[in-house]
């Protein structure tokens, strides 16, 4: 376990080997409690939820918080052909399953609405609920928005990816520099896996 040196995210990381690759995750809370999996979007991190883990963490649940493998303080696979939405949804089902989860409650943002409505398609049987937020479905034949096209686009081209700014522009306030630091902190610590 190690903890991350952000005055507002004071979670130990645990981690799991999942196809070679190490996921770092967060599992605070009572062992016993309700399990809410709480699956990160894309370009963030486990870091996004750290205004409500503690709530949940009051009510009495287990909070699990995965980073998907390329984000956050997860390995980064360099090829850039590994990350598909198959091997993201086998990286977080390999991850699902060795914790053993069973009638978790999931939480998905963005890519983790996508992903984490996937899993649960998969493991029925194992989630109690779920709440999808600004996500879609991408086995219905349907055009993305334009606003996908475009961030697609940034994200391939682009040297340097200002996560904190990225996610200021989506939000009702302005971030502040420790939040913007906390947002950008894996991608200058971040664990490379070729």
């Not at 939820?49 to 963490?57: A, D, G, V």
């Not at 493998?69 to 991850?95: A, Q, R």
């Not at 996610?167 to 306030?173: A, D, F, H, L, T």
């Not at 630091?181 to 971040?190: E, I, L, M, T």
Request: contains cysteine; proline residues 8%.
């Amino acid at each position: 376990m190690s903890n991350i040196p952000l005055t507002d995210f004071p979670y130990s990381q645990l981690s799991a080997q999942v196809d070679g690759i190490q996921l770092c995750y967060i599992d605070e809370g009572d062992i016993d409690g309700p399990v809410i999996l709480l699956l990160h979007g894309v370009p963030t991190w486990s870091y996004t939820f750290r205004k409500i883990i503690p709530e949940c963490l009051k009510a009495g649940n287990r909070v699990i918080a995965p980073d998907i493998p390329g984000f956050g303080m997860s390995e980064k696979p360099l090829d850039p052909n590994k990350y598909t939405l198959d091997n993201l949804v086998f990286w977080l089902s390999e991850f699902f399953l060795k914790l053993n989860l069973k009638k978790a409650y999931l939480f998905g943002h963005d890519w983790g609405a996508i992903l984490g409505m996937i899993l649960a398609a998969k493991y029925p049987g194992q989630f109690s609920g779920i709440i999808a937020c600004n996500g879609f479905l991408p086995v219905i034949p349907a055009r993305a928005p334009l606003s996908f096209y475009l961030w697609r686009l940034f994200a391939n081209y682009s040297p340097y990816l200002p996560v904190g700014e990225i996610v200021n522009m989506g939000c009702s306030r302005r971030l502040t520099s420790n939040e913007k630091r906390g947002y950008n902190y894996p991608f200058s610590k971040y664990k490379r896996k070729n």
